[in-house]
């Protein structure tokens, strides 16, 4: 729905209302507080934790809703994805004028100038941003079937174009472009199906720090990556223009932290989303900043009753206050604490560009599951188009993996950790942010484990289908220093029970037809008395 005023109407009023917003940003919690930013905000905030690591580590960063979810999906969707092309760094590789051949994204400058124009800017291309075709309840419903238990969205890329209805930043998706609310219209329909929300934020590299460097300006065939945009003082990048100035960085580096920090609480005042996940570069806003977001993130979901949770890459928040997330790839082991793991649909840009192509649903399971085994839990990306269709290809792996967790429910959500996560002979594939890669090549002869929260039932993955009317030999069944015996072993799905035996420390079955197992995942059930 359109706002009764167009953003042309208001720029002057809205412009004089960011220079105040800004001054005052520090109070920005209090005045949602007061003024019920959101519909559960009636009783004032209660600052149980004050902004230091030493109170914001007495909050315990694991609750059992998270511990319980296994699976949430959000999605890269934004200006960037009007062009389609190479990636979401789109907007920053169109000003990267000087990139050798070969080079990631070497190839953008030269297709947007032969495309769109040597004077087309990034900014040009809101316009054309409409997503006409968005349907807040059907993308949830989408979510929801699935499997996922948690669904959101990137708020804000490095772009520092935002995605929510924002009185702070006037590169808004309510004021121009769809002219639509998304954050505010697809969190409001994750809740209605009581599924938790994440919003996830970039916008820690929109700041521009190469003004004074030239050494990294765009065409110093040495960009500097700190910052989204390539400096270039003849180009828009530069500009000190009142509006695009926010949009391109270009304003004061304390001035910016208020303004990252007030776009980010403002988020959390109006959505009330239980989950903020922060990408990398979080660690260039100074600490005060980080623990003043940490500590209205925890007040603010407290008071109105919720079990927040906040997430960081690599060691940008302390592991004390928030969960670890690893991009594309997981642990080699289970982990002392729970953690995430956001993974993409596609083989190869988290937002939409033509010719996208994408994982198949067998491999996301499976290494799903082995995120799973080591208390991990997924987040999966998915990349719908600038006019709000997610394409028909990236809904059917979601409907398969959403079959294969129906089908063995019991299996996924409310499981906790084994003794070991399981055995193999997978070939281990390194990723590219530490751990292992989300893409591994798992077969039959891999198994995984996790269990029921009482300890009394052992859930085996099997990830392929195994060859039926076979005896297998299962090791690593039992917990170590426990008299454990077996009561039954069946086939989680289909509930075929099955012949078994055991001898020292192994466990052997007779698997039974193949009809009676999954050739994604077969998942057995080793029930003890």
Request: charged residues 25%; proline residues 4%; hydrophobic residues 35%.
């Amino acid at each position: 729905m359109k706002k009764p005023n167009s953003y042309h109407h208001k720029k002057t009023e809205q412009m004089n209302r960011i220079k105040r917003t800004l001054k005052i940003a520090c109070l920005l919690a209090i005045v949602c507080s007061l003024f019920e930013c959101t519909p559960k905000q009636s009783k004032q905030i209660v600052n149980v934790y004050e902004p230091s690591w030493e109170s914001l580590a007495k909050y315990n960063t694991e609750p059992e809703w998270f511990k319980d979810a296994k699976l949430g999906i959000y999605f890269h969707w934004g200006i960037y994805s009007v062009p389609a092309f190479s990636s979401e760094w789109y907007p920053a590789w169109m000003y990267y004028t000087n990139l050798e051949k070969g080079q990631w994204g070497a190839d953008v400058h030269d297709y947007h100038v032969k495309t769109y124009g040597a004077d087309f800017n990034y900014h040009d291309f809101i316009p054309m941003f409409k997503a006409e075709h968005f349907n807040a309840a059907q993308w949830a419903d989408l979510f929801q079937n699935a499997g996922a238990k948690f669904a959101g969205l990137v708020a804000e890329h490095h772009d520092g174009f935002a995605m929510w209805d924002s009185e702070i930043n006037p590169w808004n998706a309510a004021d121009m472009g769809p002219e639509k609310d998304i954050t505010g219209e697809l969190l409001s329909e994750l809740k209605k199906r009581d599924m938790k929300t994440i919003t996830t934020f970039h916008h820690a590299r929109n700041l521009q720090r190469y003004a004074n460097d030239s050494t990294h300006w765009a065409n110093s065939g040495n960009v500097g990556m700190d910052s989204h945009y390539a400096y270039n003082p003849d180009a828009v990048t530069s500009t000190i223009d009142e509006k695009l100035k926010y949009l391109y960085g270009n304003i004061p580096a304390d001035e910016f932290h208020e303004y990252w920090l007030g776009q980010v609480n403002e988020v959390v005042d109006k959505y009330a989303p239980d989950m903020i996940w922060f990408d990398s570069w979080l660690d260039f806003i100074p600490e005060e900043y980080r623990q003043k977001m940490v500590a209205h993130h925890y007040n603010t979901a407290v008071s109105r009753g919720q079990e927040p949770i906040t997430f960081y890459k690599q060691e940008d928040l302390p592991d004390s206050v928030a969960l670890i997330d690893i991009e594309q790839g997981g642990k080699t082991d289970i982990s002392e604490k729970y953690w995430l793991t956001d993974i993409t649909i596609s083989d190869g840009s988290w937002c939409y560009t033509n010719g996208l192509k994408y994982k198949t649903a067998d491999l996301i399971i499976r290494n799903m599951i082995d995120v799973w085994s080591k208390k991990g839990v997924v987040l999966l990306n998915v990349s719908p188009m600038a006019n709000g269709i997610i394409p028909q290809e990236q809904q059917d792996v979601l409907k398969a993996i959403g079959e294969w967790i129906k089908k063995h429910e019991e299996a996924v959500y409310s499981t906790r950790v084994h003794s070991i996560f399981g055995y193999g002979i997978a070939e281990f594939e390194k990723g590219h942010f530490g751990g292992q890669s989300a893409t591994m090549k798992y077969t039959k002869d891999d198994v995984r484990f996790t269990k029921s929260k009482d300890g009394n039932t052992l859930y085996v993955y099997l990830l392929g289908l195994p060859e039926p009317n076979t005896e297998i030999e299962l090791e690593h069944v039992f917990e170590t220093n426990q008299n454990q015996d077996i009561s039954r072993v069946s086939v989680v799905g289909s509930g075929v029970e099955l012949r078994w035996s055991v001898s020292g420390d192994k466990l052997t079955v007779t698997t039974p037809n193949a009809e009676a197992m999954d050739e994604i995942a077969t998942v057995l059930k080793v029930e003890f008395l």
